[in-house]
């Protein structure tokens, strides 16, 4: 079989180990032939390919990006529809299409699959919002390299008496607010699922601040305090509540400041946090994420996509996983929510 990999959406620590865990397998086991799309999508629908021998992966498992390049090309928004894509696959000999992505790519794959084209799905994204899957491979890097930014900022907050603010990713979603935060110790956790008020959010840093603690706030870039709404929309706000310049952590630092008295600066992470080698658990996650996927692809599982569950990697149908985002249960809030007093 002639199977073709292609990575799309945001990049991700972890996306090389996929395709390695993949194409070793492929090769070794089944004897498989391996391209990849260029950019995503835009790959498939313009039929854009490169040959993956064995060489190509050797050593990438711990390389950062992809390196097959990524879009958020939507192939149904540039003309690729099912036809477009099936005829590219007969012309070049593809049987089968390995989908890496988050939920964006795995619609279009879904849609693709409905109208009979082959192709099995691998879940990907640092912000660990995709259902029907325990953990997606780089959330665990993204973790790892907030925690050690954040862990950096508290020892010049604390040499200057300051309150930081630290914003990390998370556009829906707080997993990586929540796993940094109870990791680095902080104060408050702001994350978009939870509902928290600028008043809640002032006496959480008073009260660090009084414990003689240089007070951490870590929030997640899509959390819009309740106070912040239409009528601050002058004031640098979308029409989603989303600030327009910068982050949410600048428009917090200014308010908690003039609210506490208490000098404040606000770090944005960012793409930081998408960069970079993989750790190990998203490195061993990621390969056996491939080679599973593999296996589906010889079992002719189309409409699936490979998930962790507990430690063991099963396959759900794409409609399992699509449609709603994993968001941070409530009892997960409390539990660090007890840390910030
Ligand atoms: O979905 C992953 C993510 O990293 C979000 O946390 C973030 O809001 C977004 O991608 C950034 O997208 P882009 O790289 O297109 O700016």
Known sequence: MKIGILTS????PGLNAVIRGAVLKGIAVHGHEFVGFLDGWRGVVEG???DIPRTLVRGIAKQGGTILGTSRTNPFDNGGGPEVIGAHMRRLGIDAIIAIGGEG???AAKRLTDAGLNIVGVPKTVDNDLDATDYTFGFDTAVQIATEAIDRLRTTGESHHRCIIAEVMGRH?????????MAAGAHAILIPEQKTSIEQITQWVRDANARGRAPLVVVAEGFVPDHLDSAHSERGLDTNGRPRLGGIADLLAPELEARTGIETRATIL??????GVPSAFDRVLATRLGM???DSVVEGAWGTMVALKGTEIARVRFEQALGRLKTVPQNRYDEAAVLFG
Do not use: E, K, N
């Open 173 to 181: 979603v707080g997993w990586i607010a929540l796993h940094a935060g």
């Open 270 to 275: 960012g793409h930081i946090q998408r960069g």
């Open 48 to 50: 854009d390919i490169i």
């Open 9 to 12: 959406g945001g990049d991700c």
């Open 292 to 294: 599973a996927a593999v």
């Open 105 to 107: 790519t795995l619609a």
